[in-house]
């Protein structure tokens, strides 16, 4: 239970002391019913900071001795202090606030009564009057009360989103690791199998030289056995007891695309465009992991819509597109977790990807891969330099 802070008490004791201020002034009549109006007085006004300064049952209490001091210097005694009336308003719009809005519409009943049953003009209209103005409080509080449950709500569902967005991150990434990691390891077990190929089977080679190729082999084995330090152990995570397989590239598409219309129902298209040549492994893992997800994402958001999967290649990057022609964005989520996915899959590759509505409707996902790495591109940029004149 929460203590009434400094503010609490001087505010219902200026309550107090105004009340029974009032009360001195209105009553002409110092008989034995004095006393007892005093009490009554003092009874509704400085009990608001336990009521302030208190939650749960304790301030449920409190508010109801609150209200039946009101209505009992009300009814017998035909006054009710200004003090009174704050009091009153305080209440049930704390109880409102809490949550507590039975019991706040049941403080407000009695002046209902009153009202209706009351044979004396001046109590009839203050009983109206704080009845009036109990029941605004108390749906001021209750307003305030499901404003801030839903704000929390929201709070509490955004984190949660949050969290199942950062979840499916690491759960991606760490899938575009292993699938980087089967790529590289590779290339860098034929380097150590081609220098140690060449030092063994080269006629006359230098001692220097095989030397070199030793050297390189043993760099090249350190190298592989640090990645799979590193990376290796991902392997354990989420793919627990999954079939190894080798990583599929752009000739598995065909069977990708026949699956999914099987899958769907629907009509689904490839179109390749360009000239066809074998790209790097880490290229077309990633292009076709794209249209993998570019496709699960149009039969869970746009079912029974037609896709079309393009493929282009140029000189310089691989295009992907993959378009439907069902809703378009609203349904098919701009934010998802599989298009974050995408993204970065492109990203990790030195590509783009775009995602949003298709012209005439749909939508669409395009990426552009790059066919050459960055070491090519520099000497591709340095030859043509080179023959300008």
Do not use: W
Request: with cysteine; charged share 20%.
């Amino acid at each position: 239970m929460e203590r009434s802070g400094p503010g609490n008490l001087v505010a219902s004791g200026v309550l107090g002391v105004l009340a029974v201020s009032e009360v001195l002034l209105r009553s002409t009549d110092l008989g034995a019913g004095f006393a007892a109006l005093l009490l009554l007085t003092l009874a509704s006004t400085l009990p608001l900071a336990l009521v302030l300064g208190s939650g749960g049952p304790a301030r449920s209490g409190t508010a109801v001795a609150v209200s039946t001091a009101c209505v009992l210097s009300l009814v017998p005694f035909g006054i009710l202090t200004v003090g009174g009336v704050v009091a009153q308003l305080v209440c049930v719009y704390v109880l409102g606030r809490a949550g507590a809005t039975r019991l706040g519409g049941l403080l407000v009943l009695p002046y209902v009564v009153i009202a209706l049953g009351s044979q004396e003009e001046p109590t009839r209209i203050v009983a109206v009057l704080v009845a009036t103005l109990a029941s605004a409080a108390a749906a001021t509080g209750i307003a305030h009360h499901a404003r801030s449950t839903a704000l929390a709500h929201s709070a509490t569902e955004q984190a949660f989103a949050d969290t199942l967005l950062e979840h499916a991150a690491r759960g991606e990434r760490a899938r575009i690791a292993r699938e980087l990691h089967d790529v590289v390891a590779h290339h860098i077990s034929m380097i150590a199998v081609q220098a140690e190929t060449a030092r063994l089977t080269t006629p006359g080679l230098p001692a220097e030289g095989a030397t070199r190729l030793l050297a390189i082999g043993d760099t090249a084995r350190t190298a592989l056995t640090e990645m799979r330090r590193l990376l290796g152990v991902l392997r354990e995570d989420a793919d627990t007891g999954v079939q190894r397989r080798p990583q599929p590239g752009l000739a598995q598409l065909i069977d990708l695309v026949d699956e999914s219309r099987d899958a769907a129902g629907s009509r689904t298209r490839l179109i390749v465009s360009g000239h066809v040549t074998s790209l790097d492994p880490g290229i077309e893992v990633t292009a076709y992991r794209i249209v993998q997800e570019a496709l699960t994402n149009a039969r869970r958001h746009a079912p029974g819509a037609a896709v079309d999967v393009e493929l282009r290649y140029g000189d310089e990057d691989l295009a992907v597109r993959v378009r439907d022609n069902g809703p378009g964005p609203v349904a098919a989520g701009l934010s998802g977790h599989g298009l974050l996915g995408m993204r970065e899959r492109a990203a990790t590759v030195g590509g783009t990807l775009r995602t949003g509505p298709a012209p005439g409707g749909g939508f669409v996902v395009e990426a552009r891969l790059p066919v050459k790495s960055e070491e090519e591109q520099k000497q591709v940029q340095k030859q043509e330099g080179a023959a300008r004149p």
